[in-house]
């Protein structure tokens, strides 16, 4: 279970919390092994635009949460390609992975830790 977060409501860290038992989930200081290692696969950051704007990983593709759902077939058809999301601190990324597996997604995986994380391991921009 999600710990309490004193930003988040009950509710929310219940469906993150489901939503987390039935994806893949890895920490962030795993992304750039499993990149090297799939290099077909997309590393999608599902934050807001102006999260986006203000900083990501280089190579990051972005496509928010709120949008996802209704693009990610014309922008990532194969169904098989691993997708790699995050978001703030993986609970967003967590809902679009469950979302996306719902979808006929095989091989989506949350990163647990997000950008919180991956800012520090990985290169960024701006």
Same mark, same amino acid.
């Given at each position: ?17 489901? *939503? &987390? ?5 890895? +920490?962030?200081?795993?992304?750039? $092994? ?6 077909? /696969? =997309? ?30 077939? *014309? &922008? ?5 390609? +691993?997708?790699?999301?995050?978001? $703030? ?6 809902? /679009? =992975? ?29």
């Amino acid at each position: 279970m999600a710990a309490a977060h004193p930003q988040h409501s009950p509710g929310f860290l219940a469906l993150v919390d489901a *939503a &987390r038992r039935e994806v893949r989930e890895i +920490p962030a200081a795993d992304v750039r $092994g499993e990149l090297e290692a799939r290099p077909q /696969a =997309a590393l999608i950051d599902v934050r807001e635009q102006s999260e986006f704007a203000a900083g990501h990983v280089i190579g990051a593709e972005h496509l928010s949460k709120g949008v996802i759902e209704r693009d990610i077939e *014309a &922008r990532h058809p194969d169904k098989r390609q +691993p997708l790699y999301l995050y978001c $703030g601190g993986g609970f967003r990324s967590a809902l /679009a =992975a469950h979302a996306l597996k719902q979808m006929g997604y095989l091989q989506v995986t949350s990163i647990d830790g997000g950008w919180r994380a991956l800012k520090d391991l990985l290169p960024t921009e701006p």
